[in-house]
């Protein structure tokens, strides 16, 4: 049986020390935890100097993981990274939110409907949502906004988190030397 094919969506800008650190601390855990696998990495950079848009960004990087036959992905902010061999990248029964218990929030979501962070979706549920909107500039709102299009969408979320998921979020001082 083949193994599906994960794209790790990272959308970015002006973090270089973060960058390196998520490169870095992103391809040590799937050395270390899921051995003899090895996604495609999509760091979607924004280069303008208007704000920040997170939801197109992920957008432009759904599309480049599609052109490399991605079968699912997993749209990861770039200040967090798994912190145990629990933290589950693989192939989707539904939507899932993976970033449940974040260090900065005390290990609890921040409000139930609480979608930011690292999630994994299939292709197909990704799609049937219509994506992430382009419309939100700034920070906020465009997970929440992509968790009611899956749900419109008829996407199966009974359970769209996944509590045991525990993830760290490092700032620009916790740099990794590259």
């Not at 052109?67 to 061999?85: A, K, Q, R, T, W």
């Not at 906020?140 to 009611?148: A, E, I, N, Q, T």
Request: charged share 25%; net charge negative; hydrophobic share 30%.
């Amino acid at each position: 049986m083949s193994r599906k094919k994960l794209g790790i969506i990272v959308p970015y800008r002006d973090r270089p020390g973060q960058l390196r650190s998520f490169i870095k601390g992103i391809g040590d855990y799937f050395a270390t935890t899921v051995k003899n696998f090895r996604p495609y990495i999509f760091v979607v950079e924004q280069k303008d100097t208007k704000d920040f848009n997170r939801g197109k960004l992920l957008n432009v990087g759904f599309l480049k993981a599609e052109e490399f036959g991605c079968d699912y992905v997993v749209f990861h902010d770039i200040d967090m990274l798994p912190m145990n061999d629990e933290c589950d990248y693989t192939y989707p029964e539904s939507p899932t939110h993976l970033a449940t218990n974040v260090e900065a929030h005390d290990n609890k979501m921040p409000y139930p409907q609480y979608f930011g962070g690292v999630n994994v979706i299939s292709r197909e549920d990704f799609e049937n949502a219509n994506g992430y909107s382009n419309e939100y500039w700034g920070y906020g709102f465009h997970d929440l906004d992509l968790l009611y299009r899956l749900e419109r969408s008829g996407a199966y979320l009974e359970k769209f988190y996944d509590i045991n998921q525990t993830y760290e979020r490092y700032d620009i001082t916790d740099v990794l030397p590259y």
